[in-house]
C-alpha cells in the first residue's frame, strides 16, 4: 500500500504533478460526439459552446473497422477547435481491446496539453487505475504535459460496483465516475434491454383495498447503484455521474432520470443527442427558488453557527452546509451561463 506521503508524487521523472484538489469546472452534460464522422466533427465548435464537456468517443457505438478513424478523426477535431472553458474528454477503448494502447499513445502525444479528462471503460477494480495513472505519467514526461490528465472511470460491471470505494481512492488522478447501466445490465443478468431509465415491471403493488384494482408503482433500477457510486466519490472528493439514457424519444422520462441522479447528488449526466443537453442544462443547474431560500440561510447565518427560523422552518448547521452546496453550484452555473446567473440574482 502506497504510503500517503508518496500518494501525490508524479509516477514519472519529469510528470506534472498530480492536483491535490480537481479543478472547479461546470460539468452538468458530458455531450458524446462520434469522431470517425466527418459532419459530426464539423458540428463541434458550435456544440462546444453549448455544452460543459465534449467528448470524442472511442469505444462502444464506433464500429470496428472505423476505430482508427475515430481516433484520428479526434486529434484533429480537438486540434481545430477552441473550447474556451468547455472540456475535452475522450473515451478510450476497453483495457483488453487491441485498440486501446494506440488511443493513449497517439492521443496523449498529440494533444495531451488539450486534454482534460480520459474515460475509461469497464473498470474493474484498482488495478484499472494504477495501469492507467502510470502510462500517463510516463507519457506526460516525455512529451512535456503541462497539467496531469485526469481518468474517469465507468461502472459498467458487477466487480466494478463491488470495488467502488477502492477505484474512486486508487489515484489523485481519479475525476469521478458514471454509471453505465447497459453493460452493468448485462454483466448482472438483468432482465432488461433498455438503456438506463426504468422498467414497468419493476415495481410494487399498493396493499389490497376490498376489490379495487392493485395500484402497481414502478421503482428505479439503479437507485442503490447511484447511492452507492454517490457515497464513494463524495468520500474521495471526486465527481458522480449519471451516464446515458438510450431512448432519444422519451424526453420526460429521461428528464426524471438525470433529475433522480442529481437529487442523490450527482453532478451531471451523458448526453447522446443534442435534445438532451437542455434538460441536463436545466436538470443539473439548482432551480433559482432554491437558490433563493439557499441564500437566505447564508444571510441568516454568516458562519453557519446556531439556529435560525426562515419562513416558518428551523435551519442550522446541517442545512447551511446543504444551503452552500447550492449556492456554490449556482455561483459556477453562473459565471459560466449568464442568463441562469439573472435567474439566481448572482
Not at 455521474?241 to 442523490?264: I, K, M, T, V
Request: charged content about 25%; some cysteine; glycine content about 8%.
Amino acid at each position: 500500500m502506497k504510503l500517503p506521503r508518496q500518494f501525490f508524487k508524479p509516477l514519472a521523472i519529469g510528470a506534472p504533478a498530480p492536483y491535490r484538489e480537481l479543478p472547479v469546472r461546470l460539468e452538468r452534460m458530458i455531450h458524446f460526439v462520434p469522431p470517425h464522422l466527418e459532419k459530426m466533427r464539423a458540428k463541434v465548435p458550435d456544440i462546444a459552446k453549448q455544452v460543459d464537456v465534449v467528448l470524442g468517443n472511442l469505444e462502444d457505438a464506433i464500429p470496428s473497422d472505423a476505430k482508427e478513424a475515430a481516433r484520428k478523426g479526434f486529434i484533429e477535431m480537438a486540434k481545430a477547435t477552441d473550447f474556451g472553458s468547455t472540456g475535452l474528454w475522450t473515451r478510450i477503448n476497453c483495457l483488453n481491446s487491441p485498440w486501446v494502447l494506440d488511443d493513449i499513445i497517439e492521443i496523449v502525444s498529440e494533444i495531451g496539453n488539450k486534454l482534460d479528462v480520459i474515460m475509461l471503460p469497464k473498470v474493474e477494480g484498482a488495478w484499472d487505475i494504477h495501469y492507467l495513472d502510470q502510462l500517463l505519467a510516463q507519457l506526460e514526461a516525455r512529451h512535456s504535459i503541462h497539467k496531469p490528465i485526469l481518468i474517469h472511470a465507468i461502472l459498467e460491471t458487477a466487480e466494478g460496483v463491488k470495488n467502488v470505494e477502492e477505484i474512486a481512492a486508487a489515484s489523485p488522478r481519479m475525476h469521478g465516475m458514471s454509471l453505465g447501466p447497459a453493460d452493468l445490465a448485462a454483466s448482472r443478468a438483468m432482465k432488461t434491454t433498455r438503456v438506463g431509465g426504468g422498467h414497468p415491471d419493476y415495481k410494487v403493488l399498493a396493499d389490497p383495498d376490498g376489490d379495487k384494482p392493485r395500484i402497481g408503482y414502478q421503482q428505479d433500477l439503479w437507485h442503490y447503484t447511484v447511492g452507492k457510486m454517490v457515497d464513494a466519490c463524495a468520500a474521495n472528493g471526486i465527481k458522480p455521474f449519471y451516464g446515458p439514457f438510450g431512448d432519444f424519444a422519451d424526453l420526460a422520462a429521461c428528464e426524471s432520470q438525470f433529475r433522480n441522479a442529481f437529487l442523490q447528488g450527482c453532478v451531471g449526466a451523458w448526453s447522446l443527442h443534442p435534445t438532451q443537453i437542455e434538460i441536463a442544462k436545466r436538470v443539473f443547474s439548482p432551480d433559482p427558488g432554491e437558490v433563493a431560500f439557499a441564500l437566505k440561510i447564508l444571510e441568516a447565518m454568516p458562519d453557519g453557527a446556531g439556529a435560525v427560523m426562515i419562513d416558518g422552518k428551523m435551519q442550522d448547521d446541517a442545512t447551511w452546509k446543504q444551503a452552500k452546496v447550492i449556492v456554490d453550484l449556482a455561483r459556477i452555473v453562473a459565471a459560466k451561463d449568464p442568463e441562469m446567473g439573472k435567474a439566481y440574482g448572482l
